[in-house]
């Protein structure tokens, strides 16, 4: 596999982890949102700043993908 092949295919594997990332955090943010306990909405803040930041972390990813040749 070639080098830019391998850039490809890593920066695919990062995509997917990502992925896996942002169901984690959805179930964390319902799990968050559950009232039956005392303790909900403890982690808004967090989970605010954890949807930001994967979102930024997609979109670089994405511009990567882009930047790097496809020959």
């Known amino acids: 596999m070639k ?11 990062m995509s997917g982890m990502l992925e896996q990332m942002r169901r984690k955090v959805d179930v964390l943010d319902a799990l968050d ?13 967090q ?5 930001q930041t994967l979102k930024e972390f997609e979109a670089v990813v994405q511009r990567a993908v882009n930047v790097v040749p496809s020959k």
């Open 47 to 51: 989970l605010s700043t954890m949807f």
């Open 3 to 13: 080098n830019n092949e391998m850039k490809k295919y890593t920066l695919g594997n």
């Open 33 to 45: 949102r559950d009232t039956t306990f005392s303790d909900s909405y403890d982690l808004t803040d």
